[in-house]
C-alpha cells in the first residue's frame, strides 16, 4: 500500500511539472553579437551568455564575488593564484569539466586576435597542476584578478578541437566560426535553438551543478528594435520581461495593472570620445585634426546644454555627470563631476581662438540600438554644436553597422558607455579605453586618446597591491584625462526594466546584467 502510494505521489509530481513548465518570454532592444562569449568585449552580449556559460567565479545578486567553477582559490606567490575546480561538473554535451577545459579557454581569450582579451589585462600564462588544480600567473602583483575572471567564460576542450573553435571569433571585424552559432557551456541554460535577429530559445539545463534558485524551464529571447513595439507586446502580454524599458513609455507602463517597473541609475557613465589622429576621417578641414587642440574639444564640452538633454532627451531620469566613473566605482572622487558650465558665448569664442570661426564638419558616430536614449541624446547634441557653429554629420545605426567601424577608427567623434564591467573598479576604464594600445592595454582606445602620463599611472596601478595606493593613481590618471578634456562626459544613464505579472521576482543589480537564474515566474 505504501509503495503504490509512492508511486502515485511521483506521477502526480510529474504530471504536475509538465503542467506547469515555466517560460519566460525576453523582448530585448537588440540582438547579441554572437553566441561566442569572447567575439566582442560587449556588456550585454556577455550578460545574455552567462546564462550558458560560466566563470571560475562570479558576482551575486549585489555584486559580491562568489565561486562558481572553482570552489576556491588561494595565492602562492605575488603573481601566482590557485584554483581549485568544481568536480562532477558536466557540460551541455555531457563532457566532464577538468581543468584542461580551462588552460585551453584562458589561451583562447588571450589570444593575440581575442576581441577580449582586455578583460585580463594581466595575465601572462596558466598551467595544470591535476585534473581539478590549475594555477594562473599574472604579470605582476595585480588584486584584480578575480574580478576580471568573473566574466571569462569556459569552454569544452574538447568541443573546441572538434569543431576547429580553438581560436577566438570576432564579430567587430566579421570573423566567424562554428562557436558564433553554437554553444557548449556548464551554466543554468542551453541553447536550444536560434534564429539570428528573430528568436533564441534557452531551455533549463536540468543537470546543472548549482541549486536553482529559478523555476524557470524555457528562456524564449526575442530581439525587438523597436521601442513601441516592445512597449505594446509587454502591455500585450506578448513578453514577459524587458530589460529596457523605453523612459518616454515608463508612465504607460506604470499605469498597467499586470506590469511592473524596475528603475535605478546603472555603473554605465555616458561621453563622447574624439579621433585623435593626424586627420580627421570626414571633414572639410583636411590638412589636420581640430580635435588635437584643447581649445576645440573645451569649446564642444562647453557648447552642450546638459541640463536640457537631460530633461528632454533623458527624460529626467539621468545622472548628469563631469566624471568618467560612477560614484560607486573605487577611483571616483566628487570633484571629478564638477562639468564645465553651458557657455555658448564661449564655445564660439575658443573656436574662433582656434582658428575655426565658422566651425567645420566631422563625422558623429552613434549607435542606435546601444545605449539608452542615444538616438535621442546624439540629436540633441548634435544641435546645439550646431547652434555654436560647427557642422556635425550625424550618423546613427544599429550597433552591428557602427561597431566595425568604431574598431577601425573610421569615426570623428564616438558616443561612447563604459560601465567599468566587470572589474567594477577604474581601472577597467583606465587600462581598456584610455591607455594607449600596448598588448592588452588599450583594447578599445579606438581614437589614439593615449597620454604617456596616464600610461605610467595606469601601469604602477595595475601592480599596487595597497589598495589606497591604487585607487590614488587612478584618481590621478582621471584628473589628467579630465584636465586634457580628451573626453566629454554626459551622462550615468537611466536602466529601467519591465515585467509581467507572471514574473513573481527577479534580482536587479546596477550592473544592468539580468540573471535570471535567480529569478522566479507565478
Known sequence: MTKAWLLAAVAALALNGAVEAKTLKWGSAREIASLDPYSFGETFTLSVLNHVYEGL??????????????????????????????????????????????????????????????????YKSSKKIDDYTVEIEVNGP?????????NIFIFDKEWMEANNSLLPTDSGKGVKGYATDNANGTGPFKVESRRADAKTVFARNTAWWDKPQHNIDVIEFVPITSSSTRVAAMLSGEIDFTNVAPLQDLPRLTASTEVKVLQTNELRSVFFAFNLTDKLIESDVKDKNPFKDIKVREAL???????????????????????????????????????????????KKLLAEAGYPNGFSFLMNCQSDSLVNEEE??????????????????????????????????????SFGWANEPMIDAYSLL????????????????????????????????????????????????????????????????????????VASTVQASDNKPRLWLTMMK
Not at 560612477?326 to 564655445?347: H, M, N, T, V, W
Not at 554644436?385 to 573610421?410: F, H, I, M, T, Y
Open 57 to 122: 567565479v562570479r558576482y551575486t545578486g549585489d555584486l559580491k564575488i562568489e565561486p562558481a567553477l572553482a570552489e576556491s582559490w588561494e595565492t602562492v606567490s605575488p603573481t601566482v593564484w590557485r584554483f581549485k575546480l568544481r568536480q562532477g561538473v558536466k557540460f551541455h554535451n555531457g563532457n566532464p569539466f577538468t581543468a584542461d577545459d580551462v588552460i585551453a579557454s584562458l589561451a583562447r581569450v588571450t589570444h593575440d586576435t581575442s576581441p577580449l582579451k582586455g578583460n585580463l589585462p594581466a
Open 142 to 150: 595585480y588584486p584584480l584578478l578575480l574580478n576580471d575572471l568573473t
Open 301 to 347: 564640452y562647453r557648447a552642450i546644454d546638459i541640463d536640457a538633454v537631460q530633461k528632454r532627451a533623458m527624460r529626467g531620469l539621468s545622472r548628469n555627470t563631469g566624471a568618467l566613473v560612477a560614484p560607486a566605482i573605487p577611483g571616483y572622487e566628487p570633484s571629478q563631476d564638477q562639468r564645465l558650465p553651458f557657455d555658448l558665448a564661449g564655445a
Open 377 to 414: 541624446f546624439c540629436q540633441a547634441v548634435a544641435a546645439m554644436w550646431s547652434r555654436a557653429g560647427l557642422k556635425p554629420n550625424l550618423s546613427l545605426a544599429p550597433r552591428s553597422q557602427q561597431a566595425p567601424k568604431r574598431v577601425k577608427g573610421d569615426f570623428d567623434l564616438i
Open 431 to 502: 587600462v581598456q579605453v584610455l591607455r594607449s594600445k600596448s598588448g592588452t592595454g588599450g583594447v578599445f582606445n579606438w581614437g589614439n586618446w593615449g597620454d604617456p602620463r596616464i600610461d605610467a599611472l595606469v601601469d604602477k596601478a595595475g601592480v599596487e597591491l595597497d589598495t589606497p595606493k591604487r585607487i590614488a593613481l587612478m584618481k590621478e590618471a582621471l584628473k589628467i584625462a579630465k584636465a586634457e578634456q580628451l573626453f566629454i562626459p554626459l551622462h550615468q544613464q537611466p536602466m529601467a526594466w519591465a515585467m509581467r505579472s507572471t
